[in-house]
């Protein structure tokens, strides 16, 4: 027997790889580095005075750097991207080698490429294939098989089972259509 994966069973299964990824070769964990490198204190904020928001400044700076050489980085900032973190607002992080405010700018433009591309998908004859048979399912499900079969009850089970195998094999459609589209506009991996 096959068994399917839904679409958000592939995304827990991919977050999974992308996590144990991070877990063996974090470049900071392997370096004992402090956590405290990868986050700005809040006495520097860009309000701060003194030298504090030049030490976030530099310490960011540093901390991009050991991302660059970070064998996992793109697991890393993948995860971060679906974790949510970062704030356009709000320059305090840096995960995956990427700024929390480059991480948002990253995910807002992620999330339009993928409208976009929905929309755009929305306009093809699949699409169209999609609406038919959508419709042609629901027909077949307000049918009421019993007012078809004058054959007693055996007629009427079999008439409801052919009605159902009919229903089954538009659904199983609709289900394969839908998958391939949300897998080709991104989704289904959705960060
Ligand atoms: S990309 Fe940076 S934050 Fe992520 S695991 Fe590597 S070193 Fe750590």
Redesign the pocket.
């Given at each position: 027997m096959t068994v399917r994966m839904t679409a958000t069973a592939a995304r827990r299964t991919r977050r999974t790889v992308l996590q144990a990824a991070?877990n063996s070769?974090?470049?900071?964990?392997r370096q004992n580095l402090d956590p405290a490198l990868?986050f700005r204190a809040d006495s520097e904020g860009a309000d701060s005075e003194g030298g504090e928001a030049v030490a976030w400044q530099a310490r960011r700076a540093a901390?991009i750097g050991?991302?660059a050489l970070?064998p996992?980085?793109a697991a890393?900032?993948e995860l971060a991207l679906r974790d949510g973190d970062g704030d356009r607002a709000t320059d305090d992080l840096?995960?995956?080698?990427v700024s929390g405010q480059n991480l948002a700018i990253t995910r807002e433009i992620r999330q339009a490429d993928r409208i976009t591309a929905a929309t755009a998908a929305d306009r093809d004859d699949e699409w169209q294939q999609l609406v038919e048979l959508t419709v042609a399912a629901r027909t077949e499900a307000l049918k009421n098989p019993d007012r078809r079969s004058a054959g007693g009850p055996r007629k009427s089970a079999q008439s409801q089972a052919a009605q159902n195998r009919r229903i089954h094999s538009l659904t199983e459609q609709i289900r394969t259509i839908r998958t391939a589209r949300r897998a080709r506009t991104g989704w289904g991996a959705a960060a």
């Open positions: 991070v070769g974090a470049r900071c964990a990868f901390a050991v991302c970070c996992v980085r890393c900032e840096v995960r995956g080698g």
